[in-house]
C-alpha cells in the first residue's frame, strides 16, 4: 500500500523559509516522479512542482519559481520542498503526490501539512 | 498556461440523479485530463486518468468522456457518499494546470 507522509508545516513570518519532508513508502520511489500541490484555506487545487523520478528534471509553478526547490533522496524514500521568501500567499495546505508512471497525474495523495505565513 | 475552466461551480442534486460536470481546456490537452474527488478534510483522490478511465476503488455509476479541449464527469446515480468537490486537471503540458473546482452538494 503506497504511503505519504508529509511534514514540516509550520507558522512562518513573511520572509521566512520553511523544508517540507514527504517520507514515502509501499512503491519503488526512485522509479516515480513527484510532485507537491498545495490548497489555501477554503480554496481550489494548485500545483506547485515536479520532479522526475531520477532526481534530474524538475518543474515549477511560476508563482513559486526562484524561491521553492523541489528535491529528492532515493536512498530514503524522501521528497522535500525548500521555501524561501515565503509570502501570505504561499499559506495552504501542501499535499505530496506521487504521480502515475509515464504520467504527471496524481495516483496517491498524502494527508498534507499545513504552511502558515504571517507576523 | 493552459487554463482549465470548470463548471457549474455548484451543482446541487437530490439522492439517486444524475450529475454532469464540465471542464474546458483553453487549447488541446488530448486524453490528458484527470478528476479528483476531494471531501471535507481529506486529500483529494484521483478518480478517473485519460479522461475515461476509471481509477481504483470507484463504482461504474462515475464515468469521464470527451477529448480535446471539452470533458465531462458522469455521476449516473447520486449516493450520499458522492457529495464533495471534483477538480480536472491536465497533464498535457506544464505547468499542470487545475479548475476551480465543482462544489456537488444535497439538493
Known sequence: EVQLLESGGDLVQPGGSLRLSCAASGFTFSSYAMSWVRQAPGKGLEWVSSMIGTGGTTYYADSVKGRFTISR?????TLFLQMNSLRAEDTAIYYCAKDSSGYYYADSWGQGTLVTVSS | EIVMTQSPATLSVSPGE???L??????????????????PGQ????LIYGASTRATGFPARFSGSGSGTEFTLTISSLQSEDFAVYYCQQYNGWPLTFGGGTKVEIK
Open chain 2, 22 to 39: 464540465s471542464c474546458r481546456a483553453s487549447q488541446s490537452v488530448s486524453s490528458n485530463l484527470a478528476w479528483y474527488q476531494q471531501k
Open chain 2, 18 to 20: 444524475r450529475a454532469t
Open chain 2, 43 to 46: 486529500a483529494p483522490r484521483l
Open chain 1, 73 to 77: 533522496d532515493n536512498s530514503k524514500n
